[in-house]
């Protein structure tokens, strides 16, 4: 070996070990102080350039010694993969529902946990899961990802870095805490726990005719769905909300801790506070009191609304109970003396 070579080596060797080294002593002040609310993005960039760099270092280098250049990405490339690991070892929170079930105000109780940033409704991450279940159908195009060395552990964590980023982009800082709601998620609770084996979900549940009322008054679009007909609105409630109750209970019973809580709306309504506690003491977070005051944070104190969401009105204001039966004097008689036949869920769920 050339005496050029060997030195060249030793230079890598050199600048390796002091990057590894700096990187493991900025990250080891990052988790020491609390306000660098930055730290985990720049980690990530951290890792980013000192692999890139290595590999340039290497490119350069006309070694034939192979291996070790192996070994010093190999080397780098577990350290990234420790950070994607992070990544999705976190027990993100996932609220969702049925529409008109509370799901907006339950995202903005969280919201205003200092801790906790859910943020408006994207329905990026049900549609994704949607097609990728669609394509999951096809034995070809199954086979066509293995082909391509693409199996399903390979697809999921791609999806772990993608929904990260999305939360990441969505909130303010890094919060100790992400969640996303999005109502349609609670009916992929399998697959948002194969890429997250740490998510929590909190389904939301509400009376079947009380969610009626509320999408054909405002008008709330659900495709596939012809909202003209309370009868079809109700029906698809009872089959939407049935998959989500058999999705939380498959996830309740697969660990020795729930993983899913169902919360009813009507009692989110008139025992808040106790009903917020049961979410809290699930959720293994510390209880903040600025959740009961929820309304005063609306804007400037942090939490976000989307002038889309149809909720956005009635959650900016404290909770108020006056509209939550309005429904029984506002829907047809005809329509709700044939209810329950349509709907066997609403008795089930202990609705009379
Ligand atoms: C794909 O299908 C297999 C077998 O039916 C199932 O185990 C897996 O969870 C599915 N994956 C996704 C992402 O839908
Ligand atoms: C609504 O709230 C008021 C005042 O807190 C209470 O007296 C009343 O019983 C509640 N009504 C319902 C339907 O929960
Ligand atoms: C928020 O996180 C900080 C830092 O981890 C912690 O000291 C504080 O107690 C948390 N606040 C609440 C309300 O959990």
Known sequence: MSPVRIKRRYIILVVGVGLIILFAVTQFRCYESSDDTNYD?????????????????????????????????????????????HDIMRQIIFVGGVPRSGTTLMRVLLDAHKNISCGQETRIIPR??????QWNKSSKEVQRLDEASL????????????????????SEGTPEHFCNK?????????????IFPNAKFILMIRDGRAVTHSITTRGVTI?????????????????????????????????????CLEVFYEKLISDTERELKRVFTFLDITWDNRILHHEQLVDNGGIKLSKLEPSSKQVSKAIYNESLYKWRSELSPRFLVKAHESAPLLARLGYT
């Open 41 to 85: 993005i720049l980690k990530f960039e951290r890792e980013l350039i000192a692999r890139n760099f290595l590999i340039e270092l290497l490119n350069d280098i006309d070694t034939k010694d192979d291996s070790y250049n192996s070994d010093v990405i190999e080397l780098i490339d577990r350290v990234t993969q420790w950070n994607v690991n």
């Open 128 to 133: 994704i899961l949607k097609m990728i279940s």
């Open 151 to 170: 199996d399903e552990n390979a697809i999921n964590r791609v999806m772990g870095v993608m929904f990260m980023q999305i939360f990441r982009e969505q």
């Open 182 to 194: 999005d109502p349609f998620n609670l009916a992929h609770i399998h697959d948002l726990e194969n």
């Open 223 to 259: 495709s596939g769905v012809d909202i003209r007909s309370e009868e079809k609105v109700l029906g698809f409630w009872n089959s939407a909300c049935e998959n989500m109750i058999r999705e939380c209970s498959y996830i309740n019973h697969k660990y020795a801790h729930p993983h």
